[in-house]
């Protein structure tokens, strides 16, 4: 059916199925649409294939001449495009690998080669990558019996113990897999390992998954994952400030606890196979030690002895200190200029990175230059960023917002994080108070079924979004700015994850053939961006960020009570407070429905909305709910035990796991004091906009409210 039949009923299915675009008038709405309508059209797969072209064709670690190379190209097409791209320069500790070795010296010696083999057909595959060493290892030379310690976490070295095999001075050889490596790499220097060496097992990732690379997505033989093992992020030597050039660092002797201090190499699991099939001594304690190598594996320590020899430029003449570069671009919001929302993904790679994140960065380019050549620009600032450096620990993104601090504090309103974006199934993670604005954004990119939302629903439920872990750039601005964040994309099946396999061709092939959800990923991202950008009132869902809490505390309250002795009278009044949020957010739903509805005021809106930027930020303090480090959001934190999982309200969670019923309480009271100060706001912004009396002061940072908000860079501390 065409024609002008086909354009009224279509007119009408539309009309009746409103899509829900919360924050606006119903004429902007309109106004809105259409200009939602000309980003999609205006962002094609065939642009982001042949960005992505450019971009992957060499690998580009931080602080390279490929880097700078993926930098320069970045500056031209901003530039080109219209944008004005800044670069900001940061100088940080990063130590290149200059020698890697790695040889069986018993029962018989072979001096492994480590190289990934290039593939026929993908000539990127010849451009070896960054040598087997993984980021902030330790340089050391070791020689020692080896010890297979499963996927070396807690419980598995438990394991050992318990069979009386101790690591002490020992080269142990652990899985990839159910944590950060950081961790694992923690974990191994806590118990005196000598040095550890880190492999993919086929079982997880590699040819019992699936058909290995060119044949299929899958790792092959000579895989290897590299990446970091800093344990935190940002520049380990600053940990009070960003690392502008000329600003105190640690001393050697200070920085070498922030780092690791053993060799930490990543290994392929055809070596890894050479070695463990070479080590005997006692059987392995559980069936899951058991990997996808063609025979029993067990855990030493030996025969297998090995030597490793790892050397970098720590010691050279700057001390390993680097520059890398953010490119960064600001279309100014025509409204209101000081509040922002921020577009992001890391420009750095291991390899060439087709998927990881050369596919990031083109979405964000995608959307940066559908957003500034659109019939009209955003009301509120929009910031597109290229962060360097995430590979090594999020050092772009969090030396840029602890220099950013302060405006970033006062104006944020969103940051949309994009990281490996090109697969084949999509997904997101976000702050609460955004997951609404995801699925309503999603009803306008183009999928199966008529739009991503329904190609994401699947079935007829809402589909779920996650809730932010840790291991990319949304973790400085959620977890320590208090900023709403999300980080969404198409996963990809198939493991070249920071390998030499991860090229164009992989993507091509497997990851996403024609680029079409590179492409949906840009055109979220620039309908969302410029929704949150022009909203009349922010879109923050209050009462969906209650919900949330709610059934996150359900389980955590009955460990509070096993683990920790907690009483009725110690947690009721949390359960209190995440009510009062709920009953809260509904009566700032419908009076921002009935507001937007009604006579619309400039500075009405503009007030309600400086108050709504504060919920975020008052959910988090400055000490925050860990030991150490920089994190202050007391309702989502990653897991400092993991690494990339999330931890649900990490000042009671980690109370619970001290066991300490004191602190439980002491938690339980302070989040609920929060959540009733998040609550107020929601209610003083519902009056606000019902026409009653003005909202309060309004604290501009994350944590303290009694803090000035002209002065909160000093509230960066380390991680
Ligand atoms: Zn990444």
Redesign the pocket.
């Known amino acids: 059916m065409t024609g002008p039949a086909a354009a009224l009923l279509a007119g009408l299915v539309w009309a009746s199925s409103a899509p829900a675009q919360t924050g606006f008038t119903p004429e902007a709405r309109s106004r809105q649409r259409a200009l939602e309508a000309g980003l999609v059209a205006a962002i094609r797969p065939a642009d982001l294939d042949s960005m992505a072209r450019v971009l992957s064709a060499a690998p580009h670690v931080a602080g390279t001449p490929g880097q700078a190379a993926v930098r320069d190209t970045l500056l031209a097409w901003l530039g080109a495009w219209g944008l004005e791209p800044e670069v900001e320069t940061y100088e940080v500790f990063l130590p290149h690998a200059t020698e890697v070795e790695l040889t069986l010296v018993a029962p018989e010696s072979i001096a492994f080669d480590l190289v990934e083999e290039p593939v026929a057909g993908d000539p990127v595959t010849r451009l070896e990558p960054y040598p087997w060493l993984n980021g902030y290892s330790a340089p050391g030379r070791v020689e020692a019996e080896v010890v297979y310690t499963g996927w070396g976490l807690h419980a598995d070295y438990d394991r050992l113990a318990e069979l009386g095999v101790d690591v002490e001075g020992r080269v142990v050889v652990a899985r990839y897999g159910r944590a950060y490596r950081g961790v694992k790499a923690r974990l191994a220097e806590e118990r005196g390992a000598a040095a550890l060496l880190l492999y993919s097992d086929p079982d997880d990732d590699g040819y019992v998954q699936g058909d290995v690379y060119p044949e299929g997505p899958w790792r092959p033989w000579s895989g290897v994952q590299r990446g970091s093992v800093l344990d935190g992020g940002g520049d380990p030597a600053t940990p009070h400030g960003p690392s502008l050039p000329g600003a105190p660092r640690l001393a050697a002797g200070a920085l070498a606890e922030r780092v690791p201090g053993i060799p930490v190499l990543p290994i392929s699991y055809r070596v890894a196979g050479e070695i463990l099939s070479r080590v005997r001594g006692a059987d392995i304690p559980e069936t899951g030690w058991q990997g996808g190598l063609p025979f029993r594996y067990h855990v030493g320590p030996g025969p297998a002895r090995v030597r490793v020899r790892a050397l970098d430029d720590r010691d050279g003449p700057r001390g390993g200190v680097k520059a890398i570069h953010d490119v960064v671009a600001t279309i100014e919001g025509t409204e209101w200029p000081e509040e922002f929302v921020v577009i992001g993904a890391?420009i750095d790679?291991w390899g060439a990175?087709a998927n990881?994140?050369v596919s990031?960065t083109t979405s964000i380019l995608a959307a940066a230059r559908a957003i500034r050549a659109a019939a009209t620009l955003p009301r509120r600032t929009i910031v597109v960023a290229g962060w360097d450096g995430?590979?090594w620990g999020l050092l772009g993104s969090i030396e840029w917002t602890e220099e950013h601090a302060a405006r970033l504090g006062a104006g944020g309103v969103a940051y949309l994080n994009q990281?490996?974006v090109g697969g084949t199934r999509f997904g997101a993670g976000a702050a609460p108070l955004l997951a609404a604005s995801i699925r309503e954004a999603a009803l306008a990119v183009p999928g199966e079924g008529g739009s991503l939302l329904k190609e994401w629903r699947g079935g007829d439920t809402e589909p779920e979004v996650g809730d932010l872990g840790g291991?990319?750039d949304f973790e400085p601005f959620y977890q320590r700015l208090g900023i709403p964040s999300a980080s969404y994309g198409f996963g990809a099946s198939g493991g070249v994850y920071h390998s030499g396999y991860d090229t164009h061709r992989w993507m091509s092939r497997f990851g996403d053939p024609g680029y079409r959800n590179h492409a949906r990923t840009a055109q979220l991202t620039a309908v969302l961006a410029m929704r949150l950008a022009n909203a009349e009132v922010l879109p923050y869902d209050v009462s969906g960020l209650a919900g949330r809490l709610d059934s996150l505390w359900a389980p955590l309250r009955v460990m509070a009570v096993a683990a920790a002795g907690a009483t009725e009278d110690d947690l009721a009044r949390l359960d209190r407070a995440v009510d009062d949020l709920q009953a809260a957010g509904e009566e700032l739903a419908s009076a921002r429905e009935r507001y937007l509805s009604g006579r619309v005021d400039g500075a009405t809106s503009a007030r309600a909305n400086r108050i709504l930027i504060a919920i975020e930020r008052g959910l988090g303090r400055e000490s925050g709910p860990f030991r150490d480090g920089g994190v202050r959001s007391l309702t989502f934190a990653s897991d400092p035990r993991n690494g990339y999982a999330t931890l649900a309200l990490p000042g009671i969670a980690t109370a619970v796991r001290e066991g300490s019923r004191e602190r439980v309480r002491s938690e339980v009271l302070d989040l609920a004091a929060r959540l009733g100060s998040a609550a107020d706001r929601a209610r003083d912004a519902a009056r606000l906009l019902g026409g009653g009396s003005p909202g309060p002061a309004v604290p501009a940072t994350f944590s303290a409210p009694e803090r000035r908000a002209d002065n909160p860079s000093q509230e960066v501390d380390a991680w």
């Open positions: 890391h790679a990175g990881d994140n990031g995430e590979e990281d490996a291991g990319s």
